[in-house]
């Protein structure tokens, strides 16, 4: 695919050189436990990120669903549309116009429970670019986390958790503890999130484009719109991030 003079690479090849650099900045990560990476704005909106993104998104399960936009990314469609949506979101980024609209709130039923829970549902533009930032993000903040931390995590799920608590079991330990905090998500201090992240990631591009997101609000069914103070919408990509970022920052 291309469009002018940028050409837009394959969904294969992008993955392979996304991985690639993932690999990279995990292992710096890993290296040097103090490292603070100061220049990776320029990979959120490298054409490969966004293409892995853009895929990523696509292929998700809530491709169906639009935000404020009413742009669901199901309805793009074709290599020239996807070039178009793609190539106006990568000049955003590097002009520093790129402004993240507030999430459209849908309420859902809570499973075996009476109570709704909230969701924000990102627009089509504001879900690639996260997702990017999480491609960027997560090679980085994996490398703090311990082996027994399960949440939000690639390649991990709830399953393994289960598995080690059985092998643990096997082996003389007879208490399982469990925690939940009540409307973590909601009571988030986005200060507090800023600081984590930034003991990990001092570009000034990325931590602006991460507090427009928290700041971004919340559109509700009635149509207006209320300001995001604390915590940050279930549904969104960078919603775990923001919660696993600060674990990780502790774990360290």
């Not at 995990?26 to 100061?38: E, K, N, P, Y």
């Not at 089509?124 to 399960?150: C, G, H, T």
């Amino acid at each position: 695919m291309n469009t002018g003079e940028l050409s837009w690479p394959d969904p294969d090849s992008a993955a392979w050189r996304v991985r690639q650099m993932q690999r990279k900045l995990h292992h710096w990560a890993v290296d040097d436990s103090d490292r603070l990476f100061d220049d990776v704005f320029n990979l959120v909106h490298h054409p490969d990120f966004l293409t892995v993104a853009w895929e990523r998104v696509r292929g998700n399960k809530g491709a169906r669903s639009a935000g404020v936009d009413r742009l669901a990314p199901v309805s793009i469609i074709g290599d020239s549309q996807v070039v178009a949506f793609l190539s106006q979101v990568r000049d955003q980024l590097k002009s520093r116009t790129f402004a993240p609209l507030p999430v459209r709130e849908r309420l859902i039923p809570k499973p075996g429970s009476s109570k709704l829970r909230r969701l924000g549902i990102p627009t089509a533009r504001d879900r690639v670019v996260q997702a990017s930032l999480l491609l960027v993000l997560e090679p980085i903040f994996e490398a703090d986390f311990k082996p027994v931390s399960y949440g939000f995590r690639p390649r991990r799920r709830a399953q393994d958790a289960v598995a080690e608590i059985h092998a643990l079991g096997s082996r003389s330990y007879h208490w399982v503890f469990e925690a939940d905090i009540a409307a973590c998500f909601d009571e988030l201090a986005h200060s507090a999130v800023m600081e984590r992240v930034r003991a990990r990631v001092v570009d000034k591009r990325v931590l602006a484009l991460i507090k427009a997101f928290l700041k971004a609000g919340i559109m509700s069914t009635e149509g207006t719109v209320r300001t995001s103070e604390t915590g940050t919408p279930q549904g969104g990509i960078l919603t775990p991030p923001t919660q696993w970022a600060t674990s990780a920052s502790r774990c360290r």
